[in-house]
Nanobody, 127 residues
Framework: EVQLVESGGDSVQAGGSIRLTCKIF??????????MGWFRQAPGKEREGVAA???????TYAASVGTRFTISRDSADKTLYLQMNSLKPEDTAMYYC???????????????????WGQGTQVTVSS
């Protein structure tokens, strides 16, 4: 069973940048979890997809983050990243890493479709 551990959450001013990291542990074969994503959940709101990437290496982003965020992965280190620039107060949320063995591309930003989750890391952006 895979274990996902997020880190890098912080409190910043609007316009600032943060890089989140998700380390992947405890899976048997390299590249078994080929689908990785970032989600976020603000208090009182549903968990929403932010960015995801599959084995083709082509990322999918939520419209709300546009070109401000960049998802990337280092398969050798079993690590997923989310670079967040030009942060806004509305980006404030708990950010979660997710992984799956197989996923349709149209499901990338749907939290209910993902199998494995980390515990989350808090991002707070003040105005």
């Amino acid at each position: 069973e895979v274990q996902l551990v997020e880190s890098g959450g912080d409190s910043v001013q609007a316009g600032g940048s943060i890089r989140l990291t998700c380390k992947i542990f405890r899976y048997t074969w390299t590249n078994e979890y080929n689908y990785m994503g970032w989600f976020r959940q603000a208090p009182g709101k549903e968990r929403e997809g932010v960015a995801a990437i599959g084995p083709d290496g082509i990322p999918t982003y939520a419209a709300s983050v546009g070109t401000r965020f960049t998802i990337s992965r280092d398969s050798a280190d079993k690590t997923l990243y989310l670079q967040m620039n030009s942060l806004k107060p509305e980006d404030t949320a708990m950010y979660y890493c997710a992984a799956d063995r197989n996923l349709r591309k149209e499901w990338y930003l749907l939290a209910s479709k993902w199998a494995s989750w980390g515990q989350g890391t808090q991002v707070t952006v003040s105005s």
